[in-house]
């Protein structure tokens, strides 16, 4: 990765660490972006895969959605709780009562359940824990070239369902307020999928919601995703991200996988997230 880049005077993208992650300043996403902001954002967004928007004010719901639509139509969470009056907002709260995590304690592509799972994803957080909420993200692309040749073209002929039934179901919600009827997403995706953009291959698997692998018996799927599911965690392909206050993460979860550290309790932390629309995986 290039050193410390200018992209204007005003506006400066460092990279984070050697492999993933880039920290910009001197934008402010309380206010409207520019068309010009907005493409550097962009551009630096597909080349280092997860950005760090830092010295930030907490956004307002409505400036969040609108920011979140500069980069495509906003996704709608299948089964998280929605924040009253905007169901585009997904509220990341934990704090002494909380039983679980805000439901990001394992690596994870969000939402990769969807037909055409988000393309992105935008958190600001506001409300930190004295100590750890950090964020672990982890390069994709990096997990597809570390692979050996034969394994490579052996997965890029195979899909994988994701599913999310087991996940969702019970997670947010009270036991007296499901619906026995509700249906969670699944959807059947490549193993290897190409980024729209970029054009790069990334591995396209993560805990949560991939359980199985279309033409191989449940004993082969089992031993492969089980080895892929440990290959993306290799710390040579990860970053931990320690939040400042306000700092919004914008990551791309076509390239990416993403783990939120569940290691503070009782302490408190909240914030807000939008997800934009993705296309169906390729
Ligand atoms: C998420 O997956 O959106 C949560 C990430 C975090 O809480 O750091």
């Known amino acids: 990765m290039n050193e410390i880049c200018n992209l204007n005077k005003e506006i400066t993208v460092k990279p984070y660490a050697p492999n993933i992650g880039g920290v910009i300043t001197g934008v402010d996403l309380s206010k409207d972006v ?26 307002s719901p409505e400036n969040h959605i609108k920011l979140g639509k500069s980069f495509g139509e906003l996704h709608i969470h299948p089964a998280a709780p929605k924040m009253k009056s905007f169901p585009e907002i997904f509220e990341i709260h934990t704090h002494k009562d909380s039983k679980i995590s805000n439901g990001a304690e394992n690596f994870h592509s969000d939402v990769s359940c969807d037909l055409e799972p988000p393309l992105g994803t935008m958190l600001q957080l506001h409300i930190l824990p004295a100590y750890g909420g950090d964020t672990m993200f982890a390069n994709m692309y990096m997990a597809y070239e570390n692979l050996s040749k034969p394994m490579q073209s052996f997965l890029n002929g195979l899909r994988a369902l994701h599913e999310s039934e087991h996940f969702y179901r019970n997670r947010y919600e009270k036991q007296d307020e499901l619906d026995p009827n509700k249906k969670y997403p699944s959807a059947i995706h490549p193993i290897v999928r190409t980024h729209p953009e970029t054009k790069k291959k990334a591995l396209y698997v993560n805990k949560f919601f991939t359980t199985r692998i279309e033409g191989l018996s449940k004993q082969e799927s089992k031993l492969i995703l089980d080895y892929l599911f440990n290959h993306c965690e290799k710390t040579e392909f990860q970053i931990r991200y320690r939040w400042n206050r306000n700092d919004m993460a914008f990551w791309d979860n076509r390239c990416t996988l993403h783990k939120a550290l569940w290691d503070y309790h009782p302490m408190e932390r909240k914030g807000r997230r939008v997800t934009i629309k993705g296309d169906q995986p390729f």
Do not use: R, T
């Open 34 to 59: 520019s068309d010009y902001e907005l493409n550097l954002i962009k551009e630096a967004f597909y080349k280092y895969q997860v950005l760090f928007f830092q010295q930030q004010s907490e956004i």
